[in-house]
T-cell receptor
Framework: QVQLVESGGGVVQPGRSLRLSCAASGFTFSTYAMHWVRQAPGQGLEWVALISSDGSSKYYADADSVKGRFTISRDNSKNTLYLQMNSLRAGDTAVYYC????FGSGWSYFDYWGQGTLVTVSS | EIVLTQSPGTLSLSPGERATLSCRASQSVSSSYLAWYQQRPGQAPTRLVIYGASSRATGIPDRFSGSGSGTDFTLTISRLEPEDFAVYYCQQYGSSLPITFGQGTRLEIK
């Protein structure tokens, strides 16, 4: 069965960096686009980033939310998705989920989600 | 950016009752690219319920149905079961990014 397992979360000071990982299994990882979505404590869902199945196309949420600070990437040989987060701010505190897109290119709905990993940005 | 507004914020109903959740978009959602997700507090993972505004995801019981087009969409649960009490989010994945979510409707036991 499809499994997505995030890791790498933790407590980090403002301005520091963190890299999240999402290990995929139960499907052919290299044929699906993948997303990162985050959820601040007690809040709703916020789309963060998208990467195409071959890693050639990457898209990010706009404005000062994450663009320019976060980088999405993938290693299809390791069936793993990554999110490199730099210059972290208190507002980045959230549970970060990886999610599988229904298709390999472009974007669509998310048919599987991981259980999430908590990132807390605090001094 | 398409803003999705869900109503009500909280819906209190009893098992066996009918639930109607609304999602309104700030502009038309192309090709009915709208999905609904279920989040049970403390229970990962988030589950896809409806996609394409009205298609049930794999394994979703037929008491769940979706409808709507353009800017107004509805998720209906015909007869609530105990496991249906959760938070529901709508999402649009239309032709332009960013993908956006509504703020959620909490469906709680009355």
């Amino acid at each position: 069965q499809v499994q997505l397992v995030e890791s790498g979360g933790g407590v980090v000071q403002p301005g520091r960096s963190l890299r999240l990982s999402c290990a995929a299994s139960g499907f052919t990882f290299s044929t699906y686009a993948m997303h990162w979505v985050r959820q601040a404590p007690g809040q709703g869902l916020e789309w963060v980033a998208l990467i195409s199945s071959d890693g050639s196309s990457k898209y990010y949420a706009d404005a000062d939310s994450v663009k320019g600070r976060f980088t999405i990437s993938r290693d299809n040989s390791k069936n793993t998705l990554y999110l490199q987060m730099n210059s972290l701010r208190a507002g980045d505190t959230a549970v970060y989920y990886c999610a599988r897109d229904r298709f390999g290119s472009g974007w669509s709905y998310f048919d599987y989600w991981g259980q999430g990993t908590l990132v807390t940005v605090s001094s | 950016e398409i803003v999705l507004t869900q109503s009500p914020g909280t819906l209190s109903l009893s098992p066996g009752e009918r639930a109607t959740l609304s999602c309104r978009a700030s502009q038309s959602v192309s090709s009915s690219y709208l999905a609904w997700y279920q989040q049970r507090p403390g229970q990962a993972p988030t589950r896809l319920v409806i996609y394409g505004a009205s298609s049930r995801a794999t394994g979703i019981p037929d008491r769940f149905s979706g409808s709507g087009s353009g800017t107004d969409f509805t998720l209906t649960i015909s007869r609530l079961e105990p496991e249906d009490f959760a938070v529901y989010y709508c999402q649009q994945y239309g032709s332009s990014l960013p993908i956006t979510f509504g703020q959620g409707t909490r469906l709680e036991i009355k």
